[in-house]
């Protein structure tokens, strides 16, 4: 308050040499910080408060609303398919403007559950992922620009590039893990962009790949509008793809290896895992989604050029997985949206938006650092009276 | 009858530090064999080298499972020693934390399944049919050490004889022929410790796996123990029968010191 005193309270005014004072100001600001400051001790309290309450009961299992939401079908079918009917009629209700920026968020949907795998389920941190989405956008835009392939012929193509990329960044950065391992990657992303950038006699450099086709629908010619609603339910297929991919393989043999490397690598070697395998499978599944996002992307905006592919993409995308939750498949869809479409919609702001952004962000660390949803591992039925 | 694990003249060096010196050791199908020595004598060092974790500077390590030729497995990563059939516990317990009691069972099996990327996407008759296998499997041997009340909740959340019991079902869960134990009853009270006495030997019986185990506690060494191998200094000083373990002077020595009058 003091400090903030000259700021709030005086106003000089250099040509008439007088100053004003503002006392009501100081009013304010006393009375907010006195509100935010009580509001923020009462919040952490209830943190707390709740955090020994589990401790004192932490052998039963809870049944919290939002557990019962996951695993109970009867409540989470409703729900599912719900949100499947919104997102289906969405661009009928609402102007080009909305699915061209759902069609965004879809996309860093995909993206943060392509990363999920590699960070949430594998636990190897990888802050280069968007190299990866590069080389799928660049792939179709070469292709397309030296050879005329359409979009559909590419899109597995620069999903299998990525993929080998991923694979070929695994690896060397094996035996790393944690802090070390995030650098190599962080490094590869920046190759990636720099060879792009640089080899100005394929890529052409810094001006990039302009008049990229949008994928055709059996030769048909499409307007704008139609061409908008398109690429959304092509995008809305894809996610819909991913997640019933990527669910299958959280549950899955495969899976179950990829958590047992996070949880503790030693112990996951030591019960017979072939821990090069399941690194390698996690990089290059992880990087298969960037790839096929970004032969989409290519697609999305016509262009592509190097800037669209810097690290703070990657740390973009690395966020959805954080605050989503590691791991989380719903955890992920939903911090995509947010994060995605809270920019978005803030536009109204204008000049507050990145800040309330970013409060928001530190707000959500403080009170659920492990993220919005966490990944509720899912319970297999037992055969209770079977004899062995 | 037949020799399973026989080391020969093991030795690790750890720069110029001799951690193992020439250490021999075998086990015999169905027994239980204990090594125990002083802190710091070299015990965890010798089960890290055999599982593949340490690579030893010198000697060989043979395993001959049950009706199957001798192998020579050093240098092997300790994910291919476990396939070959030994399994192990950590003496710092070391269970995949967020997971579930059975989940952590099921990556027990894991090296005994073939399910890939493409077999878990498309989810076949084939790999719905193993993963039911593994399930059952799995909880089967939740069953037999007494946790299957448990097996929903994550592992992090048990209590602490019952994360141990949980290893060691993770461990027979990769269907070995021996299983090497590091402290079982580190941190147990007398009455988990009895318990687990009464559970090794059910093992043994039921599972039909040898079992090497390093341990402090030597009411449970004496009593479980067909044969005690004694190190002390990476040095092996004394082998034999747990009443002969007990008057070995050697032993004596290592764990009481000596007058300095006799020295």
Sequence with gaps: MVLTFPFVAMKVDSFENIVTWRWDNVLYMGVGCFFISWLWRYLL????????????????????????????????????????????????????YQTTIMTTA???????????????????????????????????????????????????????????????????????????????????????????????????????????????FFGLEMDFQTVTLYMYFVVFAMTIFTIVVVRRLNNSRIGRAWIALREDEIACQAMGIDTTKTKLTAFGLGACWAGMMGVFFAAKNSFVNPHSFTFIQSAMILCIVVLGGMGSIIGAILAALILILLPEYLRAFSEYRMLIFGGIMIIMMVFRPEGLISNVRRKYELHEGEKH | MQTILDVKQLTMDFGGLRAIDHVDLDIKQGEIVALIGPNGAGKTTFF????????????????????????????????????????????????????????????????????????????????????RRVIDYSHMLLKKVGLDQYAHY???????????????????????????????????????????????????????????????????????????????????????????????ENVIKAYLGEDIDDA
């Design chain 1, 45 to 96: 309290q209830r943190k707390e408060f709740s955090k020994s309450d589990t401790t004192g009961k932490k052998n039963l299992i809870q049944q919290t609303w939002k557990d019962r939401l996951f695993s109970d079908p009867k409540v989470f079918c409703p729900v599912l398919i719900a949100a499947f009917c919104i997102a289906s009629v969405f661009p009928f209700i609402f102007s080009p």
């Design chain 1, 106 to 216: 879809l996309i860093y949907v995909v993206l943060g559950l392509g990363l999920n795998i590699v960070v949430g389920l594998a636990g190897l941190l990888d802050l280069g992922y968007v190299a990866f989405y590069a080389v799928g956008a660049y792939s179709y835009a070469l292709f397309n620009y030296y050879y005329g392939f359409g979009f559909w012929a590419i899109l597995p193509v620069g999903a299998v590039l990525a993929g080998l990329c991923g694979v070929i960044l695994g690896v060397p950065v094996l035996r790393l893990r944690g802090d070390y391992l995030a650098i190599v990657t962080l490094g590869f992303g920046e190759i990636i962009r720099l060879v792009l950038e640089n080899w100005d006699d394929v890529t052409f450099g810094p001006q990039g790949i302009p008049n990229i086709p949008k994928p055709n």
């Design chain 2, 48 to 131: 890290n080298c055999i599982t593949g974790i340490y690579k030893p500077t010198g000697g060989d390590v043979f395993i001959a499972p049950p009706d199957e030729k001798p192998k020579r497995i050093n240098g092997k990563k300790p994910n291919q020693i476990t396939v070959a059939g030994l399994a192990r516990t950590f003496q710092n317990i070391r269970l995949f934390a967020n997971m579930t009691v059975l989940e952590n069972v099921m990556i027990g099996q894991h090296c005994r399944t073939h399910t890939g990327i493409l077999g878990s996407i498309f989810k076949g008759k084939g790999v719905r049919a193993e993963e």
């Design chain 2, 154 to 248: 994550l592992a992090k959340n048990l209590p602490y004889a019952n994360q141990r019991r949980l290893e060691i079902a993770r461990a027979l869960a990769t269907d070995p022929f021996l299983l090497l134990l590091d402290e079982p009853a580190a941190g147990m009270n007398p009455q988990e410790t009895l318990e687990l006495d009464q559970f090794i030997t059910q093992i043994r019986e039921e599972e039909n796996v040898s079992i090497l185990l390093i341990e402090h506690d030597m009411r449970l060494v004496m009593s479980i123990s067909d044969r005690i191998f004694v190190v002390d200094y990476g040095k092996k000083i004394a082998q034999g029968t747990p009443a002969e373990i007990q008057n070995n």
